[in-house]
């Protein structure tokens, strides 16, 4: 059982590039989300799906774009990237079910690094 | 929105001490309340959940927690630390339809032999 993948594990990027972070669960769970991680901040939500079909803003919308391609699939985008966006970057899905628990499930995370 | 407070970016314990990690959450409602850990280049797993159920919740590696209420705290304890325990450590707490989790800032902890 996989659970949540990313990729890629590592990018650099140049100032102004663009590129996509893939995420994909096999764990048939509704709701996926985008999280970033910097230190001394924990993790702040960047982007979520509550359901195939929607996506909404977290805390720090600004410079990304999502797409919920499918129930599996939950890619972030990154149009035109700035140094203000190297971070690490999880993908989680949850059941968002109360009887199963509800709690987020993570994948292994995406460096990201911008010149 | 909801937030969370872990006090203390940075604790260190001798192996076989207490571990006293600390958190506080801001809910106008009865949340439901997690606590992750982090390994080095790794994702978070879970390491406890509370969802209303016992107030005392027990979880993987020997460690707990205690939801208090009139406190709006949700303390991660273990007995006797391992020198295996030295991670960094996410409290979370969740809206009750689970749309947004929201993380404190961590807590590393240092394990000395």
């Known amino acids: 059982n996989a659970g949540v993948t990313q990729t890629p594990k590592f990018q650099v990027l140049k100032t102004g590039q663009s590129m996509t972070l893939q995420c994909a669960q096999d764990?048939?769970?509704?709701?996926m989300y985008w999280y970033r991680q910097d230190p001394g901040m924990g993790l702040r939500l960047i982007y979520y799906?509550?359901?195939?079909?929607?996506?909404d803003k977290g805390e720090v919308p600004n410079g990304y774009n999502v797409s919920r391609l499918n129930k599996r699939e939950f890619s972030l985008r990154l149009e035109s990237a700035a140094p203000s966006q190297t971070s690490v970057y999880f993908c989680?899905?949850?059941?968002?079910?109360?009887?199963?628990?509800?709690?987020?499930?993570f994948g292994e995370g995406s460096r990201l690094t911008v010149l | 929105a909801q937030s969370v407070t872990q006090l203390g970016s940075h604790v260190s314990v001798s192996e076989g001490a207490l571990v006293l990690l600390r958190c506080n959450y801001s809910?106008?409602?009865?949340?439901?309340l997690f606590w992750y850990v982090q390994y080095p280049n790794q994702g978070l797993q879970l390491l406890l959940k509370?969802?209303?159920?016992?107030?005392l919740v027990k979880g993987i590696n020997g460690f707990e927690a205690e939801f208090k209420k009139s406190e709006t705290s949700f303390h991660l304890t273990k007995p006797s630390a391992h020198m295996s325990d030295a991670a960094e450590y996410f409290c979370?707490?969740?809206?009750?339809?689970?749309?947004?989790?929201?993380f404190g800032s961590g807590t590393k902890l240092n394990v000395k032999p």
């Open positions: 979370a707490v969740s809206e009750y339809n689970f749309n947004k989790f929201y």
């Open positions: 989680a899905s949850s059941p968002r079910d109360r009887g199963k628990g509800g709690e987020l499930f």
């Open positions: 799906s509550a359901s195939e079909g929607t996506t």
């Open positions: 764990m048939n769970h509704n709701s």
């Open positions: 809910s106008s409602v009865p949340p439901y």
């Open positions: 509370y969802t209303s159920a016992a107030t």
